[in-house]
Structure formats: structure tokens, C-alpha cells
């Protein structure tokens, strides 16, 4: 049945054509996938069934062009960059030096005011896959988002399915074409192998492509590892030719950019002054991720903590952001992430008739049934000394 209800979902969902048009309907067939995998808890017996499942319920998205985010035209377009030996960190895509370069892809790019923002292994990862185009690169972030599925299964059965058939990883890395197809492969990669040489070397990679989970670093790698991962960190920015003085597409993201967010909006109410808010949630961050680097040395758990405080306290909450709490979540078998994953589509409901428009009901409807499913997770460990998954 939940095998039924999810590539039933993808196929409705890949018949629409552009979701932004019809983003109501898409988002209404997102929540009744989601909501009925949330329920039916699947769970498949062995791992060549749940691949299967998962390959299956991809597929209807692959050819499906995508529509709620353009971030895989910006990755095509680094790509492109890089091939004609230029750096997207020196020049924006609007930028009078690459204007020889433009193109369909460029004019479908967003903020082409600002430089790039992604780490060394996600540009290499553009310059290799840009010449396949959309339809290949989806198919890559789609394959690497069953290698989660099948990890995740080898940790326990039920967390690898939910993630073969929950909405979320199929819209965001087989629909959409998103990074997190493949950094979170690689952390959950990293979790499986544990501590030692291999599983750092995975989580530094899964932190090349997006920066997060290198705060699961100082657990997972052997003191000795160290001059080989910041040699390689080193080199990998020089051979990508990056200055830290040309990060201008992070800081004006970090700087900036709001959407979703679950603490930030809250503040704002009361706080005039957007710096010192933004000031107040990156040193939250910072303490949540110390004190779990502190008190524990099981990097799942730290994942757990690095990611929710990530999605939680961060003034920008794309939803395909919250793949890396499900991830840990379902890793750690905490349900509060899995039902912010069947929740948080809500936020494509910006797409309106008109165009980009925020609903100030949203975020409330997506947060507050999570932050009282983590309160009652919370008071459940207290109440039981060694509670069972929940899942």
C-alpha cells in the first residue's frame, strides 16, 4: 500500500508539468504522500525490494522538468564556468566577463547578482556533470539519493524506507536535481563507516559539497587524520583557484536572505535591529553544537543535534534544507524530523498567482507541530530511562 500511495503521488506530481503554475495542488498531493507514508510506516524485508521501490517512485519525476527551485540551473552554469577555465567566486553570472557565455541555462538563474556560494568537491561535481545536462544531473542526485535509502536501510530496516518513499527526498534530489542527493549520501555514508580514516574521509567530502557536516569531524576523525584532511581542504581551495577574499555569495547569503524560518520571524517581531537577530541564532547554533560535541561521542547524535539546530535556528529554510535533519533523524529514529519533512512543503505555497508572495500562517503550521513532538520526545527520554525507537 505505501508503495501505492507513493508512486501514485510522484506520478500525479510529474504529470503537472510546471508546479509553480499549480502550486496548491502540488503542494495538497506533497502533504497527502507524505501524511500517508507518515501513518503506513513502511518497512521492506530486504534491501533489493526497497531499492527497487525507491528507483521506481524516482523515475517519474526524472523527466520532469524542475519547477519550485532553479538552484540546478546555477549548478549547470558553474559548471559551464569552470569549463572555460573561469571561477563563478570572481565573476557573478551577470557579470559583463561571461556574457559571451549566456545562454538558456543563464537567464533561468537566480540571484545572478551573486557570486557562488558552494564548497570545492559540489564545483568539481558541476564542471564533470554540466555537459549531461538537467536530465543527467537529476539522474545522478537521484541515484545517490537511493544510496541514502539503502544505507539508511542497513541501519534499520524502517528508516530506509521511509526515505525511499517519503516525498521529500524524491521532490528535492530526483525532481529538483538538489546537492543534498549527494552530500547526504555521503554523511550518512560517513555514519555507517563511524569513526576512523574512512568515515572521516567521507564526511569531509560530504562537507565539501555542502559545509554542515564537517562539524561531525572532530568525532569521526583519528587525531592522526587531521594534516591530511586540512591538506586536503587546502588543497582542494587552491586547485579551484579560491581566494577567502572573493566569498561574497556567502556572506550576502548569511547576511540577507530569509525564507521559512522557524525562530527567526519570532525575533523579528521583537527585535528591530536584523544583524543582532542574525547575531543571536548563529551563536545558539554555536553553543547546541559545542555542548553536543562535549557531551557525546556518538556522531549519529551529533548529527542529530548539528542538523536540527541547522534547520531550527537558520533565518533561511529551503525545504530541501531539512533533508539533512531527516536524515539524522531517521538515522537516530527521532520522529519530530520526520514529520517536518511531511510538513515543510507548505512553504512552496509562496508560489502564488501573482508570483513570490509569503504566507505569515505557514511557518506556525509547519513548526509548531514539530517543536511539540520534540517536547514530547523530550519528556518521553525522561520518563523512560531507555526508550524504544519511535519508529
Not at 499549480?22 to 530486504?46: C, M, N
Not at 584532511?229 to 587552491?238: E, F, K, Q
Not at 509548531?368 to 513532538?373: M, S
Request: aromatic share 14%.
Amino acid at each position: 500500500m505505501s508503495l501505492v500511495v507513493a508512486f501514485g503521488g510522484a506520478l500525479w506530481l510529474g504529470s503537472l508539468g510546471d508546479l509553480r503554475l499549480q502550486a496548491s495542488l502540488s503542494v495538497a498531493i506533497l502533504l497527502g504522500w507524505g501524511l500517508g507514508i507518515f501513518f503506513l510506516k513502511p518497512s521492506f524485508s530486504r534491501p533489493l525490494w526497497l531499492v527497487g521501490a525507491a528507483l521506481l517512485v524516482r523515475l517519474p519525476l526524472l523527466w520532469a522538468a524542475p519547477s519550485l527551485s532553479d538552484d540546478l540551473y546555477r549548478y549547470l552554469w558553474e559548471g559551464q564556468v569552470w569549463r572555460h577555465a573561469i571561477s563563478p567566486f570572481v565573476y557573478a553570472p551577470d557579470a559583463p566577463e561571461l556574457a559571451f557565455l549566456r545562454d538558456a541555462i543563464w537567464e533561468k538563474v537566480n540571484h545572478r547578482e551573486v557570486s557562488s556560494i558552494y564548497p570545492p568537491l559540489a564545483q568539481l561535481s558541476f564542471y564533470v556533470a554540466s555537459p549531461t545536462g538537467i536530465f543527467g544531473w537529476k539522474v545522478g542526485m537521484g541515484l545517490a539519493d537511493v544510496g541514502t535509502a539503502w544505507l539508511l536501510f542497513r541501519r534499520r530496516p524502517e528508516a530506509g524506507s521511509l526515505w525511499a518513499l517519503l516525498p521529500l527526498p524524491v521532490l528535492e534530489a530526483a525532481g529538483s536535481g538538489h546537492l543534498e542527493g549527494l552530500g547526504v549520501m555521503l554523511m550518512v555514508a560517513g555514519l555507517t563507516l563511524g569513526r576512523g580514516f574512512w568515515g572521516a574521509g567521507l564526511i569531509w567530502a560530504a562537507a565539501m559539497v555542502k559545509l554542515l557536516p564537517a562539524l561531525l569531524l572532530p568525532r569521526v576523525a583519528p587525531r592522526w587524520s587531521w594534516p591530511l584532511l586540512l591538506g586536503g581542504t587546502v588543497a582542494a581551495l587552491w586547485m579551484m583557484g579560491l581566494d577567502p577574499t572573493l566569498l561574497r555569495g556567502f556572506e550576502t547569503y548569511r547576511q540577507h536572505w530569509s525564507f521559512n524560518g522557524s525562530l527567526y520571524p519570532l525575533l523579528r517581531f521583537f527585535v528591530e535591529e536584523e544583524a543582532v537577530v542574525r547575531l543571536v541564532l548563529q551563536g545558539a547554533g554555536m553553543v547546541v553544537v559545542a555542548g553536543i560535541l562535549w557531551r557525546s561521542r556518538d556522531p549519529g547524535r551529533i548529527a542529530l543535534w548539528g542538523c536540527g539546530a541547522f534547520v531550527l535556528l537558520s533565518p533561511t529554510v529551503h525545504p530541501w534544507y531539512v533533508l539533512w535533519a531527516l536524515a539524522a533523524g531517521l538515522w537516530c529514529a527521532v520522529e519530530a524530523w520526520l514529520l517536518l519533512a511531511v510538513l515543510v512543503p507548505l512553504a512552496y505555497l509562496v508560489w502564488g498567482p501573482t508570483g513570490w508572495v509569503e504566507l505569515p500562517w505557514v511557518a506556525p503550521v509547519i513548526y509548531l507541530p514539530v517543536y511539540a513532538c520534540l517536547l514530547w520526545t523530550g519528556l518521553r527520554s525522561l520518563l523512560l530511562p531507555s526508550p524504544s525507537p519511535v519508529f
